[in-house]
């Protein structure tokens, strides 16, 4: 069974930072693609930024030049560092992961959620 722990949420005011981390734990053959994605109050879960097995990235438009996403292949961990954070950042934020697990069964894992508050 592989898991995804997220750290590093919390409450930042407008214009702040927050680096986010996502660690994956388990059997793992392979990773393809490391995602983040984000969850308003009553909206739902959308993509923030993907990076796949060789080193492509791609951001939704409202982030691009704010957020970079970056990974650490040897450890299966997975980074979202966040700057000019506004209010409309503020959001859950889950990271994906998704790939092979083992020959037979693929892997599509997600952590369980941080909390980014963006306020003054």
């Known amino acids: 069974q592989v898991q995804l722990v997220e750290s590093g949420g919390g409450l930042v005011q407008p214009g702040g930072s927050l680096r986010l981390s996502c660690a994956a734990s388990?059997?793992?053959?392979?990773?393809?693609?490391m995602g983040w994605y984000r969850q308003a109050p009553g909206k739902q879960r959308d993509l923030v930024a993907i990076?796949?097995?060789?080193?492509?990235?791609n951001y939704v438009e409202s982030v691009k030049g704010r957020f970079t996403i970056s990974r650490d292949k040897a450890n299966n961990t997975v980074y979202l560092q966040m700057n000019s954070l506004n209010p409309d950042d503020t959001a859950v934020y889950y990271c994906?992961?998704?790939?092979?697990?083992?020959?037979?069964?693929?892997?599509?894992?997600w952590g369980q959620g941080t909390l980014v508050t963006v306020s003054s």
């Open positions: 994906n992961m998704g790939g092979l697990e083992s020959i037979l069964r693929r892997l599509d894992a």
């Open positions: 388990g059997n793992i053959l392979r990773i393809s693609t």
């Open positions: 990076i796949n097995s060789g080193g492509s990235t």
